[in-house]
């Protein structure tokens, strides 16, 4: 019985080795960030007891740590791989221009080349960081070139003659004896690849300003052909007013200000309180006419009732409609106090009058004398 149990304790132990030595892990995963099982291991169908797996970084980022795991009881060791984002170096600088630079220069992200007013890029100017480092060629900042300058009649340029001119290049211009610039005497070579302004023009000083007609209007001044700064003044006949400047002067650009004008005179619809036109009015008058007014009744008219259309497009002094006043309808008067003074005046002068009366009674009586000899101040007043 004793040797019977031996040998089922052996046999038990034999097949838990025999389990043991025959254990296998499963394929390995992670949740690390940015990490994959190598392209080796990610192939193989079994990892038996004591086998090693690899781990790597996906393309932009760089290993930290150490990338192997392994199988042991059939379980995975920790792994210890952390993989960090790739940084790629400084782009460096361009000529006449500069990259745009994102806040990190991080794998994946892009920069673009921009260069300076006056020059333009060679090629796309855009370069991407990768897992080797830039790609694409430096930038390069080509000047902007303008091709021969403009010629002009009558005129000549200074600058030295060129089939092309780079950006920022002037040419200079002059007229010939007898005419005078008009416009610009420098021509600058902008990134446009043109001469800006446009070019000048020589005109000649016995002809500068064209001649000048005024309708319903007369000037006064020199006969054409008009010199630079010869001077005129216009008026405008009668029932017609100036619209403008009255006086123009002859400059390069022509005349300045520009001429005048003779508009006909119009006056718009008179208007007056408490009053109208005796007449259908109408929106406007012409030079000279002439409208009457009255007023609405309870109200008189202080003016000429008769308004005429005058040379500044206003009316005569319009006339005003008062109220009508009556006597039955005479505005209140002030209240006066004079009365109350008079009545006092009269008081005081009967008061007077009385005391006077009762004294002279007084002294009057038999004892006159008496009441002297005795009480003389009595009959004193």
């Known amino acids: 019985m004793l040797r019977h149990n031996h040998i089922l304790s052996a046999t038990w132990i034999l097949c838990i080795a025999s389990v043991q030595t025959h254990a296998e892990c499963p394929k390995p995963t992670t ?16 990892f038996p007891e004591g086998s090693t797996a690899k781990f790597q ?11 192997t795991v392994t199988c042991q009881d059939g379980q995975w060791t920790p792994l210890a791989l952390k993989c960090i984002i790739k940084v790629c170096a400084s782009p460096g600088e361009v000529a006449n221009g500069y990259y745009k630079l994102p806040d990190e220069l991080v794998f994946g992200v892009h920069i673009e080349a921009v260069c300076n007013t006056g020059y333009y890029i060679i090629g796309s100017g855009v370069r991407h960081c990768t897992a080797n480092g830039w790609d694409g060629r430096e930038a390069v900042c080509e000047v902007v070139k303008c091709g021969s300058a403009p010629k002009i009649q009558s005129g000549t340029s200074l600058s030295e003659e060129k089939s092309e001119y780079e950006y920022g290049n002037i040419v200079t211009y002059i007229c010939n004896n007898g005419y005078t610039l008009k416009g610009s005497n420098i021509l600058t070579c902008r990134e446009d690849e043109r001469f800006h302004p446009d070019p000048p023009e020589c005109i ?8 000048l007609i005024i309708e319903n209007g007369q000037k006064t001044g020199p006969n054409p052909p008009y010199k630079l700064k010869s001077h005129l003044t216009f008026k405008c006949n009668e029932g017609f007013i100036l619209s403008g400047s009255a006086d123009v002067t002859c400059e390069v650009d022509g005349w300045t200000p520009l001429p005048p004008k003779c508009e006909e ?9 408490n009053g109208t036109l005796t007449a259908e009015a109408k929106e406007t008058y012409k030079f000279k006419s002439a409208v009457r007014f009255k007023c609405n009744p309870g109200f008189t008219m202080q003016g000429n ?7 500044n497009a206003d009316w005569s002094p319009l006339p005003q409609c008062k109220v009508l006043l009556t006597p039955s309808a005479s505005p209140p008067q002030p209240p006066s106090h004079t009365w109350w003074i008079v009545v006092l005046i009269v008081v005081v002068i009967i008061s007077l009058c009385v005391i006077y009366v009762c004294y002279r ?17 009595e009959c004193d007043l």
């Open 31 to 46: 949740t690390v960030k940015n990490v994959v099982l190598s392209d080796e291991d990610i192939l193989k169908a079994s």
């Open 57 to 67: 970084c996906i393309p932009g980022y760089s290993r930290q740590g150490s990338p």
């Open 204 to 211: 000649e000083l016995a002809n500068v300003c064209p001649k």
């Open 265 to 273: 005179i119009q006056c718009f619809k008179p208007q007056i309180t």
């Open 305 to 311: 009732e008769e308004v005429t259309c005058g040379s």
């Open 361 to 377: 009674k007084k002294c009057s009586r038999k004892d006159y004398v008496a009441n002297v000899v005795t009480n003389p101040e």
